[in-house]
């Protein structure tokens, strides 16, 4: 496949990068520092551009299968405004460059899935994350009204373990205490995800 990945710098996206690229397909890495990627910039194609700009990603989105993204709040834009904004740009260069589909990375207690969390959970997301998430839940109603073939990726708490393979996917899952998935694992199942259809039009919470 050919892939267009947004936030291959970051810690999620760098596994993201790293599998797609051993699993053989081209790569292209949507970033502000190409310097970055580190090793992984011989392996890819690396395109400097702003993610919240939809004429950057539309002028390299073009001919590529699908769109990733995990992109990660980053110091340059403040709580409030990235998702919001690259979920616009990145919708409205998919359907300009004849993208369809479109694989997008949240978090679980954003919007809806806030009801499903447990106490421990909902006093984070009430407190700690509450502006990033208000933003997040804004950028996933406009992904899932977009009219193209999106999934997004609701994960639980994120670490920097490595991969464990056993993780759990559903529409809802139960939750007790303050559950956690590493970001290999994340990375591994929006790979998984972009090569199939089975999460078409569906939001996937997920968690060890």
Do not use: C
């Not at 190409?34 to 551009?49: F, H, K, Q, S, W």
């Not at 690259?86 to 359907?95: C, F, I, L, Y």
């Not at 421990?120 to 992904?143: C, G, S």
């Amino acid at each position: 496949m050919k892939l267009l990945i947004l936030g291959g710098t970051g810690p999620t996206g760098r596994h993201l990068v790293d599998l797609a690229v051993r699993s053989g397909d081209s790569v292209t890495a949507f970033v502000r520092d190409p310097e970055a990627l580190g090793d992984l910039a011989e392996e890819v194609t690396p395109v400097i551009g702003d993610a919240t700009s939809q004429r950057d990603i539309a002028t390299v989105a073009g001919g590529h299968d699908a769109i990733l993204s995990a992109l990660g709040r980053g110091s340059a834009v403040t709580a409030g405004e990235l998702f919001t904004r690259s979920s616009a740009a990145v919708v409205g260069a998919a359907r300009a460059s004849g993208v369809s589909r479109l694989v997008w990375l949240s978090s679980f207690g954003v919007g809806h899935t806030y009801d499903w969390a447990s106490t421990a959970q909902k006093l984070i997301y009430r407190t700690v994350t509450r502006a990033i998430y208000a933003d997040k839940e804004i950028a996933d109603e406009r992904i899932r009204n977009s009219g193209l073939d999106w999934t997004v990726v609701l994960p639980t708490r994120l670490t920097h373990g490595p991969a464990q393979g056993t993780f759990h996917a559903g529409d809802r899952l139960p939750m007790k205490g303050n559950p956690a998935i590493s970001r290999a694992d994340v990375a591994a199942f929006m790979y998984q995800t972009v090569r199939g259809d089975e999460w078409v039009h569906r939001s996937a919470v997920i968690t060890d």
